[in-house]
């Protein structure tokens, strides 16, 4: 299985930064977590005034639109990612519709496996009861099974979170079937396991790099910009309601926390731009994640289809 060098993928890896600059994908994850939301506060409204059917056909709905969604949002990432030309969003949302069961699908045989190899184990523990082999075999597996059981456990856990939940999704991106992908995961498990451990890390702090810098331009910007509505705007609400909307709370969150509240047009529109802001500083470091996962799955795999 052909890859690039460790500083090649690398410097991949690195360059995931300017997955910022890919507006499609932009537009496409910010639109699917706006309708997400939107469909996750209609049904809450709907179960707590007991609309029947209503709330849970509604949070099946957000849970639909932020799957296909974000897979969409991935397909574009992945176009970028393999330096071909980016389809266009209803394109990718096509695409999504056709083949983001594959991840699904994906993840239920990985599960299975999993479920198998625990299954086995639970089997060789019982074995090890003394009530069962003996006092004197049931010590001795267990002495045999404990050193073999962690190595085994932690490995497990290990290709579980650094290879099977990150690249199990960029494989269903570039177009591999079910099975293909699986036995790709696997063969990157066997093959490769310390060196995409070590670059998804890099990926991690690449993002937390990047949600830190949006943190920053956010919270310095919105202490300004907050301080001048009330001087300069003249708006009549405190500034806590100001920086509300940067946190993605809205007038009845604020009610329920006992912040003060104001009920001027000034103040709503406060919350709707803080809003705006808020989901941008959420999509900016997702955008980044999903481009440093796709370049990982081609470093990875220089072959992959």
Same mark, same amino acid.
């Given at each position: 299985?052909?890859?690039?060098?460790?500083?090649?993928?690398?410097?991949?890896?690195?360059?995931?930064?300017?997955?910022?600059?890919?507006?499609?994908?932009?537009?496409?994850?910010?639109?699917?977590?706006?309708?997400?939301?939107?469909?996750?506060?209609?049904?809450?409204?709907?179960?707590?005034q007991g609309a029947g059917a209503w709330?849970?056909?509604?949070a099946g709905a957000a849970l639909f639109v932020a799957f296909y969604g974000g897979n969409a949002a991935g397909i574009l990432v992945m176009d970028e990612a393999r330096g071909g030309p980016v389809r266009a969003v209803g394109d990718a949302v096509r695409a999504s519709l056709a083949t983001a069961h594959r991840l699904l699908l994906t993840f239920a045989i990985v599960l299975a496996a999993y479920a198998l190899a625990a299954a086995a184990l639970?089997?060789?523990?019982?074995?090890?009861?003394?009530?069962?082999?003996?006092?004197?075999?049931?010590? $001795? !597996?267990?002495? +045999?099974? /404990?050193? &073999?059981?962690?190595?085994?456990? =932690? *490995?497990? $856990? !290990?290709a579980l +979170?650094? /290879?099977? &939940?990150?690249?199990?999704?960029? =494989? *269903?991106?570039?177009?591999?079937?079910?099975?293909?992908? &699986?036995?790709?995961l696997a063969a990157l498990v066997r093959q490769r396991l310390l060196r995409v451990a070590l670059l998804m890390a890099a990926v991690s702090l690449l993002t937390a790099g990047v949600a830190a810098l949006v943190t920053f331009v956010v919270m310095s910007g919105?202490?300004?910009?907050?301080?001048?509505?009330?001087?300069?705007?003249?708006?009549?609400?405190?500034?806590?309601?100001?920086m509300a909307g940067l946190f993605g709370?809205?007038?009845?969150?604020?009610?329920?926390?006992?912040?003060?509240?104001?009920?001027?047009?000034h103040a709503a529109a406060a919350l709707v731009g803080g809003g705006v802001v808020?989901?941008?500083a959420l999509v900016l470091p997702g955008v980044v994640y999903l481009r440093g996962i796709c370049s990982v799955y081609l470093a990875m795999c220089d072959d992959a289809p």
């Amino acid at each position: 299985m052909p890859s690039r060098s460790p500083l090649e993928a690398l410097s991949l890896v690195l360059g995931s930064i300017d997955a910022v600059r890919n507006l499609r994908a932009l537009y496409m994850l910010l639109l699917s977590f706006a309708l997400a939301g939107l469909l996750t506060a209609m049904a809450e409204t709907s179960l707590a005034q007991g609309a029947g059917a209503w709330g849970p056909l509604q949070a099946g709905a957000a849970l639909f639109v932020a799957f296909y969604g974000g897979n969409a949002a991935g397909i574009l990432v992945m176009d970028e990612a393999r330096g071909g030309p980016v389809r266009a969003v209803g394109d990718a949302v096509r695409a999504s519709l056709a083949t983001a069961h594959r991840l699904l699908l994906t993840f239920a045989i990985v599960l299975a496996a999993y479920a198998l190899a625990a299954a086995a184990l639970w089997a060789l523990l019982w074995l090890c009861r003394s009530t069962v082999s003996g006092p004197l075999v049931g010590p $001795l !597996l267990f002495g +045999l099974l /404990v050193p &073999v059981g962690v190595v085994g456990v =932690g *490995v497990a $856990l !290990l290709a579980l +979170l650094a /290879v099977v &939940v990150p690249l199990a999704a960029p =494989g *269903v991106w570039a177009g591999a079937p079910v099975l293909a992908n &699986v036995r790709l995961l696997a063969a990157l498990v066997r093959q490769r396991l310390l060196r995409v451990a070590l670059l998804m890390a890099a990926v991690s702090l690449l993002t937390a790099g990047v949600a830190a810098l949006v943190t920053f331009v956010v919270m310095s910007g919105g202490r300004v910009i907050a301080q001048l509505g009330v001087s300069v705007v003249g708006v009549e609400v405190p500034a806590q309601q100001l920086m509300a909307g940067l946190f993605g709370y809205g007038l009845r969150s604020l009610g329920a926390t006992g912040a003060p509240l104001g009920s001027s047009a000034h103040a709503a529109a406060a919350l709707v731009g803080g809003g705006v802001v808020f989901a941008l500083a959420l999509v900016l470091p997702g955008v980044v994640y999903l481009r440093g996962i796709c370049s990982v799955y081609l470093a990875m795999c220089d072959d992959a289809p």
